[in-house]
């Protein structure tokens, strides 16, 4: 059975720094991309980074560009969300997606539970 | 970016009942274009993927159809588990992928 299960959320101040994880088990972990995806509270889904299966190819939304850097580590089927100068718009569920073909016609298949990020002071 | 649009935003329905939400890109994305289900609380659910293809597991009930710009979701008869909010996503030029507004589907 696929699970992705997030951690890492919490409460920051703005300017702060959070880092998330994604742990990967019932798949190869390996041979996937990886995406990460944010909800605002109320609001719908935004998509914010992904990785390719070696992390050779790797996007970000403008909204995160500079800010956030996306990793994984294969040895450890876990997938991670540096996330820097944090701002309140950053607040949301985030959520981690496993991804059949790189940003591909196939969707995004399994996803997981989400963490909760807020950032106020 | 291409941006989808989603209508309706809400709509009001009875268990039994046919339902289509229709989801508008921007521009030509030919069946680049995904169906999710998402729940309160809950993460969302591929539901459809490539416009018209149903995930594994997702009862026959759904069904999507389009190309190009303009695509449906067909729920054929509502059921009380189908209460939710849909989101269309296309990735047919990505980054980034974008997603529609979503639309929620209530209780009459």
Redesign the interface.
């Known amino acids: 059975e696929v699970q992705l299960l997030e951690s890492g959320g919490g409460l920051v101040q703005p300017g702060g720094s959070l880092r998330l994880s994604c742990a990967a088990s019932g798949f190869t972990f390996s041979s996937y991309a990886m995406?990460w995806?944010r909800q605002a509270p109320g609001k719908?889904?935004?998509?914010v980074s992904?990785i390719h299966v070696n992390g050779g190819s790797i996007?970000?939304?403008?909204s995160v560009k500079g800010r956030f850097t996306i990793s994984r580590d294969n040895s450890k089927n876990t997938l991670y969300l540096q996330m820097n100068s944090l701002r309140a718009e950053d607040t949301a569920v985030y959520?981690c997606a496993k991804d059949p073909i790189f940003?591909?016609?196939?969707?995004?298949?399994y996803?997981?539970?989400?963490t909760l990020v807020t950032v106020s002071s | 970016d291409i941006q989808m649009t989603q209508s309706p935003s809400s709509l009001s329905a009875s268990v039994g009942d046919r339902v289509t939400i229709t989801c508008r890109a921007s521009q030509n994305i030919r069946?680049?274009l995904?169906w999710?289900q998402?729940k309160p609380g809950?993460?969302?659910?591929?539901l459809i993927?490539?416009a018209s293809s149903l995930?594994s597991g997702v009862p026959s009930r759904f069904s999507g159809s389009g190309s190009g710009t303009d695509f449906t979701l067909t729920i054929s008869s509502l059921q009380p588990e189908d209460f939710a909010t849909y989101?269309c996503?296309q990735?047919y030029r990505?980054?980034?992928?974008?997603?529609?507004?979503?639309t929620k589907v209530e209780i009459k």
């Open positions: 995406s995806v719908g889904l935004e998509w992904v996007y970000y939304a403008d959520y940003l591909s016609q196939l969707g995004f298949d996803w997981g539970q989400g | 069946s680049y995904n999710y998402q809950k993460a969302p659910k591929l993927y490539a995930q989101y996503q990735s990505t980054p980034p992928v974008t997603f529609g507004g979503g």
